[in-house]
């Protein structure tokens, strides 16, 4: 538990050499990317995503919602076992993270809650969205290309947060990895009732 606490051996270390690869056009386009898994964002995709799923595939409308809020509700637990505190190396956001004055990240949710990093909600949010889309996309000819756009962007976002400084790389695995197990569970739940093929 202490080591979830401090953070692994690589964290430290490239927190602190991120700055070294970060230009204001980075940091704009991660800005971007790191808004498709703001807690807002998902919810609102995952909601048209399930209500446009509700006529024909209900199965798969139901486990879109379920795996979402099961993500959400085991990320914020484990972050309030874990107690990993939110550090950023770096301030380099302050000017150049804005358009025209206006700030490109959406706000998260005001929540009555301590906030901790591990796991990272944009990654686990952002994968458990995209793991719904490929399984949606999987049973069309498109599967592959689904698939491999579904991976390439939940890579690109949770990978943003670390280029942000908003987390460590250990906390953005720690989401995939969360969002990977209660999908795989839901999976199998939903399988063992044969609601998914």
Same mark, same amino acid.
Request: proline residues 5%.
């Given at each position: 538990m202490c080591l979830l606490t401090l953070g692994l051996p +690589?964290?430290? $270390?490239? %927190?602190?050499?991120?700055?070294?690869?970060?230009t204001p056009t980075g940091v704009v386009l991660a800005s971007l990317l790191t808004n498709i898994g703001n807690p807002i964002s998902v919810l609102i995709v995952g909601t048209i995503v399930a209500i446009l799923l509700l006529k024909n595939h209900r199965a798969l409308a139901l486990f879109m919602v379920l795996n979402i809020l099961l993500v959400s509700g085991m990320n914020e637990g484990?972050?309030?076992?874990?107690h990993r505190p939110?550090?950023?190396?770096?301030? +380099?956001?302050? $000017?150049? %993270?804005?358009?025209?004055n206006t700030p490109l990240a959406l706000p998260s949710p005001s929540l009555p809650r301590t906030v901790y990093s591990f796991p990272s909600g944009h990654a686990a949010g952002s994968a458990a969205l995209l793991l719904g889309?490929?399984?949606?996309?999987?049973?069309?000819?498109?599967?592959w290309p689904v698939a491999c756009g579904c991976c390439a962007l939940a890579l690109l976002v949770g990978l943003s947060r670390v280029y942000l400084d908003f987390h460590y790389l250990s906390d953005v695995l720690g989401g995939w990895a969360l969002a990977l197990a209660c999908f795989s569970f839901l999976r199998l739940c939903f399988a063992a009732r044969r609601l998914l093929r």
């Open positions: +690589f964290d430290h $270390p490239l %927190a602190a050499s991120i700055v070294d690869y970060q484990i972050k309030q076992v874990v939110v550090i950023r190396i770096h301030q +380099f956001l302050q $000017p150049t %993270a804005q358009v025209f889309i490929g399984l949606l996309g999987w049973s069309t000819r498109w599967r």
